[in-house]
């Protein structure tokens, strides 16, 4: 089993700036690809970013390319969501999310929420106008 604990959400003002952060535990961390999701009311969820377990390759969804960036530090077994330029439409429950680590690294893939076995509790992340 992995555990993640999602941290680092809040109200934040149009143009702002938050930092999340999801600590994992229980297994070897670099096993495995880590993710970020959001779940809006009423919408299904969506994947925002993803980062393989080395941490050099990384995918974003269009609408936040350029302004949030993922990063891990297998160290510390924790993954950060920089999010900048902060959106009303960014508003959302953000969810860590973890997959075991295989021999391919597929965009397409791991940026369906299938992809993932276990999932953190969620954060939720409010922008005003």
């Known amino acids: 089993q992995v555990q993640l604990v999602e941290s680092g959400g809040g109200l934040v003002q149009a143009g702002g700036s938050l930092r999340l952060s999801c600590a994992a535990s229980?297994?070897?961390?670099?096993?495995?690809?880590m993710a970020w999701f959001r779940q809006a009311p009423g919408k299904e969820r969506e994947s925002v970013a993803t980062i393989n377990w080395t941490g050099g390759i990384t995918y974003y969804a269009d609408s936040v390319k350029g302004r949030f960036t993922i990063s891990r530090d297998n160290a510390k077994n924790t993954t950060y969501l920089q999010m900048n330029s902060l959106k009303p439409e960014d508003t959302a429950v953000y969810y860590c999310?973890?997959?075991?680590?295989?021999?391919?690294?597929?965009?397409?893939?791991?940026?369906?929420?299938?992809?993932?076995?276990?999932w953190g509790q969620g954060t939720q992340v409010t922008v005003s106008s």
């Open positions: 999310a973890a997959a075991p680590a295989r021999g391919f690294y597929s965009r397409s893939y791991y940026q369906r929420p299938g992809a993932y076995d276990y």
């Open positions: 229980g297994r070897t961390f670099t096993n495995y690809n």
